[in-house]
């Protein structure tokens, strides 16, 4: 498996400066492309589930972390604070508090529950510059974070339909995760001191994890400082082991900031907080994709899914007129012409891009190009509309696929 460090660098997908800072990559167009479609991939899927999206500011106030928890529990791991007009404002380590707090901001009444609020936003963490690399062990971080406001009796199915959300998302995107890990407190202080709420959280999960019927482990020592968690683990090209995707219940902050809903009985109950992330950090996430494809990235991702290879000059205003009718049709296509040497070269150049549309100069008397596959399949001169239905129907499956097996 490649280094996505390396890869990254030579795709053109990332960078690192250090007048910008360690731990603080910039994303270069086909990067950004990448990491785009990724989050509308997650913003979309959200959407589908019953997800409400929110956008939150990257300050808060130390109070805020002081009521949630953080600041006690992982002030360590947090920027120093800002003094600003007489108040402390700090860059924040987590998107909780702030949902929790606009969870607040109005009543709920029982039939609104569960109440699914995501966002993808920023958070920086205050990471040793020994343990930085890459897009993996960031500062700036693009979270991947969503929070469910439900009853207890809602917290099993709700915790069952983020697994269900995640296995689908590994699905699209080609991920295999390494195991599942049930993350229980371990020896130490950094845990929240709330036993009877950390036994009914960790049952609660338990038994989500038995009914899936997936294989998992307990592991001390890896839990958040407000509750126990079931992580998703993926391993890099070094066989180093990470957390991707995570689902947590939280009985503590909701207790914290005094959130309620209005029970059938009209009095003020308690909700449950579960704590969910498809693919966690924006940045972990694509660093993964690109060291598990080795930049030949699914069709409905790649930065470019089309590279439009005319013959000679005198076929570069047809390959221009199917490259446009690519923009039309939402595909992603670049000219690869003759100023960038021989056919050959081309073909090597565009290796990594999912499909080749080759124009010579029967292909452009016609309006047809003949179609190379990344993975050596070659078809025929196709019309540019059949062309454009196929490789368009891959794409929006977002599969992991290249061509319907069934017209192969």
């Not at 599942?180 to 709420?197: I, N």
């Not at 899936?212 to 020592?221: N, Q, R, W």
């Not at 180093?240 to 209005?262: G, W």
Request: proline share 6%; hydrophobic share 40%; glycine share 10%.
């Amino acid at each position: 498996m490649p280094d996505h460090r390396r890869l990254g660098r030579e795709l053109g997908l990332f960078d690192t400066d250090p007048l910008i800072g360690a731990g603080l990559p910039y994303w270069l167009p086909d990067g950004a492309v990448l990491r785009h479609t990724v989050e509308e991939y997650i913003r979309d899927a959200e959407r589908r589930a019953g997800y409400r999206h929110v956008y939150s500011p990257v300050l808060g106030k130390r109070e805020l972390y002081e009521i949630s928890g953080h600041w006690a529990h992982y002030s360590d791991d947090m920027f120093p604070p800002m003094d600003l007009g007489g108040e402390q404002v700090v860059l924040r380590p987590s998107l909780c508090p702030h949902h929790a707090v606009i969870y607040r901001s109005r009543s709920h009444s029982y039939r609104e529950l569960p109440l699914r609020m995501a966002e993808l936003g920023g958070m920086y963490r205050s990471e040793l510059s020994g343990v930085l690399g890459g897009l993996t062990r960031v500062r700036a971080i693009q979270l991947n974070d969503a929070h469910i406001f439900c009853t207890l009796e809602q917290v099993a199915e709700e915790a069952s339909a983020a697994l269900d959300l995640i296995r689908r998302a590994y699905e699209a995107l080609g991920i295999t995760p390494a195991r599942h890990r049930l993350s229980l407190p371990g020896p130490g202080g950094k845990y929240v001191a709330a036993p009877e709420k950390w036994e009914r959280a960790t049952a609660l999960l338990t038994d989500v994890l038995d009914r899936s019927g997936l294989s998992y482990e307990a592991a001390e020592g890896e839990a958040a400082f407000y509750g126990p968690k079931i992580d998703v683990q993926v391993t890099d090209s070094a066989g180093r082991e990470s957390t991707l995707s995570t689902v947590q219940v939280d009985f503590h902050q909701p207790e914290q900031f005094d959130l309620h809903y209005i029970g059938p009985d009209g009095a003020k109950h308690r909700p449950v907080m579960v704590h969910r992330s498809i693919i966690g950090s924006v940045e972990r996430a694509v660093a993964h994709l690109i060291e598990r494809h080795g930049g030949a990235f699914p069709a409905w991702l790649a930065p470019t899914q089309l590279a439009v290879l005319p013959l000679t000059d005198a076929e570069l205003p047809h390959a221009r007129a199917f490259a446009g009718r690519c923009a039309e049709q939402g595909l992603r296509a670049e000219v690869f012409g003759p100023e960038h040497g021989s056919l050959g070269a081309r073909v090597r150049q565009a290796r990594l891009v999912p499909y080749q549309a080759v124009i010579g100069p029967k292909e452009a008397a016609a309006d047809h190009v003949s179609l190379r596959l990344r993975d050596g399949r070659r078809f025929g001169p196709r019309s540019h509309g059949d062309v454009l239905a196929r490789v368009g129907a891959v794409v929006r499956a977002r599969g992991t696929g290249l061509w319907d097996e069934e017209d192969a």
